[in-house]
Antibody, heavy 120, light 110 residues
Framework: EVQLVESGGALVKPGGSLRLSCAASGFTFQNVWLNWVRQAPGKGLEWVGL??????????DYAAPVRGRFTISRDDSTNTLNLQMNSLKIEDTAVYYCTTDGNESYFDDWGQGTLVTVSS | QSVLTQPPSASGTPGQRVTISCSGG????????VDWYQQFPGTAPRLLIYGFYQRPSGVPDRFSGSKSGTSASLAISGLQSEDEADYYC???????????FGGGTKLTVL
């Protein structure tokens, strides 16, 4: 059974930094592309970015609102996906979900999410 | 303002058929596949339809997807009270080089 467990969500001041992690199990982690998707309180879903498997280059893509501030990385030795968030803004406040990228779907499995609140 | 346009709400009575639309453009729905996601309050979304029409295992065949030009639709037949949820469409956008979502449709079962 696929399990994705996010952690690291917290209250942080504008301009601050935060690192989220997602512990994965139940599938061959190194072979899978992974995404972060966020949802602001009471709002819709927003794609944050993705990281490809190392065999596919291990490259990353980001949504425009976070490009240059957020960095996605993966550790295939510990089956962990990370999201380093710098220069945080109030509008980054959201629940952040990690998801697997399916062969034919964009977001196959989802974690339960972790809440990031950016406020002074 | 979402790149993909969905009606903010939809409703139906038990047993009815309800359709939710998702309108886009050539750079997203026109050239790429569409997924649909279902989300209950306080929980993570789950994949409902992928590749316009395909259902993952475990999704009832009451749920179906279709495409016409630069629009996609999700149909729910034999509506049940447990279908009351938020529904989102998603597609890759070639111009933005990323996945875009619709704003979501809140389905109410009357």
């Amino acid at each position: 059974e696929v399990q994705l467990v996010e952690s690291g969500g917290a209250l942080v001041k504008p301009g601050g930094s935060l690192r989220l992690s997602c512990a994965a199990s139940g599938f061959t982690f190194q072979n899978v592309w992974l995404n972060w998707v966020r949802q602001a309180p009471g709002k819709g879903l927003e794609w944050v970015g993705l990281i490809k498997s190392k065999t596919d280059g291990g490259t990353t893509d980001y949504a425009a609102p976070v490009r240059g501030r957020f960095t996605i990385s993966r550790d295939d030795s510990t089956n962990t996906l990370n999201l380093q968030m710098n220069s945080l803004k109030i509008e980054d406040t959201a629940v952040y979900y990690c998801t697997t990228d399916g062969n034919e779907s964009y977001f196959d499995d989802w974690g339960q999410g972790t809440l990031v609140t950016v406020s002074s | 303002q979402s790149v993909l346009t969905q009606p903010p709400s939809a409703s139906g009575t038990p047993g009815q058929r309800v359709t939710i639309s998702c309108s886009g453009g050539r750079s997203n729905i026109g050239d790429n596949s569409v997924d649909w996601y279902q989300q209950f309050p306080g929980t993570a979304p789950r994949l409902l339809i992928y590749g316009f029409y395909q259902r993952p295992s475990g999704v009832p065949d009451r749920f179906s997807g279709s495409k016409s030009g630069t629009s996609a639709s999700l149909a729910i037949s034999g509506l049940q009270s447990e279908d009351e949820a938020d529904y989102y469409c998603a597609a890759w956008d070639d111009s933005l080089s990323g996945v875009v979502f619709g704003g979501g449709t809140k389905l109410t079962v009357l």
